[in-house]
């Protein structure tokens, strides 16, 4: 964990770079040190239906939606959210500086009960770390 669901209006693809802004996401992410890298999947998620504020084509909106394993105290899921939302709002300015944009995060908790894995993607990380050294 976590799952990071970038949602954005389709109209962003000519304005911004969103592997870019996946990557910045996604490395904020992992500079928390609270999740093990193996664990952070970042998603793109391209919305080609959306009317936004007055309807003008121009307007567009970026929604985080971050999901992670229950258990974490407030102070903890405040910082994790406050440092993808300001990645989210640095990589976004220039655009936001010019043109109609709506960024948003919100963050919800796993339920461990209704929550299956299977993974071996961490011994895959390890490994090209280790082979890398």
């Not at 999947?41 to 992670?68: C, E, K, M, S, W």
């Amino acid at each position: 964990m976590p799952h990071i669901f970038i949602e954005y209006s389709s109209n962003l693809s000519q304005r911004i770079n969103i592997p870019g802004l996946a990557q910045a996401v996604h490395q904020a992410a992992a500079n928390t040190n609270v999740f093990p890298e193996g664990g952070i999947r970042t998603r793109q998620i391209p919305r080609d239906g959306y009317l936004i504020a007055d309807g003008h084509p121009d307007n567009a909106f970026v929604h985080l939606l971050l999901r992670i394993g229950s258990g974490r105290d407030l102070p903890t899921r405040q910082r994790i959210a406050d440092d993808l939302f300001n990645a989210l709002c640095d990589f976004l300015a220039q655009d936001m500086a010019q043109s109609p944009l709506a960024i948003s995060l919100e963050l919800e908790e796993i339920v461990p009960e209704t929550s299956l894995k299977k993974s071996n993607l961490h011994q895959y990380v390890k490994q090209r770390r280790e082979n890398t050294l």
